[in-house]
């Protein structure tokens, strides 16, 4: 299986502070490379497809770079909304999975 | 709009089947990915399996055995059914619509499943 690790684990992280999360696979997996976002109690919702493609509806506040082994989410001014846990999840090998998770606190 | 939910039992014991229903509505059933997905605060995201809409299945190999995922186009409902289950089975189930690139775009609410 392809190991999917997140770092950090979570963060602590002011209303308009520039957050980066990174997420690094075990082997290359091109860009089959995807972000979510879960609040408590609900389920994950897409944010980001491809490592670079923004969901229809996502905020432009949210990005996606990397290919091959290395990606990273990054949200350019955090909003009280964004608070949440964020999780990678790769689909170029079976079975698909998922980072740990970064969850993003309020400083 | 894209709605899915999960229903089934919220308690198993030990050794028993849990079987699960997931109802899509809103969309099509074609040509997409009906993927199983669980969440536990000691696994966290696991990806159980899929079922393509043509009925071709795909599941993880740790659950391989125990596993069986079917489609009733029809009714456009996703049925799992995972045998034997333990402790280890205990997690939030959610059904989710995946795309042709396999990244999760509609997601049901979850139905937490208690094995005990």
């Known amino acids: 299986d392809i190991q999917m690790t997140q770092s950090p684990a979570s963060l602590s992280a002011s209303v308009g502070d520039r957050v980066t999360i990174t997420c690094r696979a075990s082997?290359?997996?091109?860009?089959?490379l995807h972000w979510y976002q879960q609040k408590q109690g609900k389920p994950p919702q897409l944010l980001i497809h491809?490592?670079?493609s923004l969901q229809s509806g996502v905020p432009s506040r949210f990005s996606g770079s990397g290919s091959g082994t290395d990606f990273s989410l990054t949200i350019s001014s955090l909003q009280p909304e964004d608070f949440a846990t964020y999780f990678c999840?790769?689909?170029?090998?079976?079975?698909?999975?998922f980072g740990q998770g970064t969850e993003v606190e309020i400083k | 709009q894209v709605l899915l939910q999960e229903s089934g039992p919220g308690l198993v014991k030990p050794s028993e089947s849990l079987s699960l229903t997931c109802t899509v509505s809103?969309?099509?059933?074609?040509?997409?990915?009906w993927n199983w997905i669980r969440q536990s605060p000691g696994k966290g995201l696991e990806w159980i399996g899929y079922i393509y809409y043509t009925g071709n299945t795909k599941y993880n190999p740790s659950l391989q055995s125990r596993l069986s995922l079917s489609l009733d186009t029809s009714t456009k409902q996703l049925s799992l059914s995972l045998n034997s289950v333990t402790a280890a089975d205990t997690a939030v189930y959610y059904c989710a619509r995946g795309d042709w690139r396999n990244f999760f775009d509609y997601w049901g609410l979850g139905t937490l499943v208690t094995v005990s």
């Open positions: 809103g969309g099509s059933i074609s040509p997409y990915y």
């Open positions: 082997q290359k997996i091109s860009t089959y």
């Open positions: 999840q790769q689909s170029l090998s079976m079975p698909w999975t």
């Open positions: 491809s490592a670079t």
